[in-house]
């Protein structure tokens, strides 16, 4: 998968890739990309970041909310962060993130949108400081 990195739809996704997350993001990951995750690497950037994220049917902000509520829901707190900062690239807002999160509430659990409710404070305060 690697030998493709220099292809179409991997350059699409890390054009994409480096608007959402900022080229410090994605320039500290391919910094600490071994043999052993280069594959993978190749493989989020050929498919969430080309095939998904740089579809135009839903702009960066929605893709966004979604990407929030289903990391809030899953539990997976560190991309949840990372996604959270992301939206000063997606245009997603901190009021977007709190209806996200009560939707997560809803139809993912309390506990899971509480967690996801600290994260996003800790999260977008530190982006303001």
Not at 38 to 67: H, N, P
Not at 86 to 93: I, R, V, Y
């Amino acid at each position: 998968m690697s030998d493709r990195a220099s292809g179409s739809r991997y350059d699409k996704g890390m054009k994409t890739r480096r608007e959402v997350l900022g080229d410090a993001h994605v320039d500290r990951a391919s910094a600490n990309m071994t043999d052993f995750d280069k594959d993978f690497q190749t493989l989020i950037t050929e498919s969430a970041w080309s095939t998904v994220w740089s579809d135009e049917t839903l702009t960066k902000r929605e893709r966004s909310m979604i990407t929030i509520a289903l990391l809030a829901a899953l539990g997976h707190s560190e991309e949840l962060a990372m996604h959270i900062r992301a939206t000063a690239n997606t245009g997603a807002s901190a009021e977007d993130i709190r209806e996200v999160l009560m939707h997560v509430a809803i139809y993912g659990g309390v506990p899971a949108a509480n967690t996801a409710i600290k994260i996003a404070k800790d999260t977008l305060s530190g982006m303001t400081e």
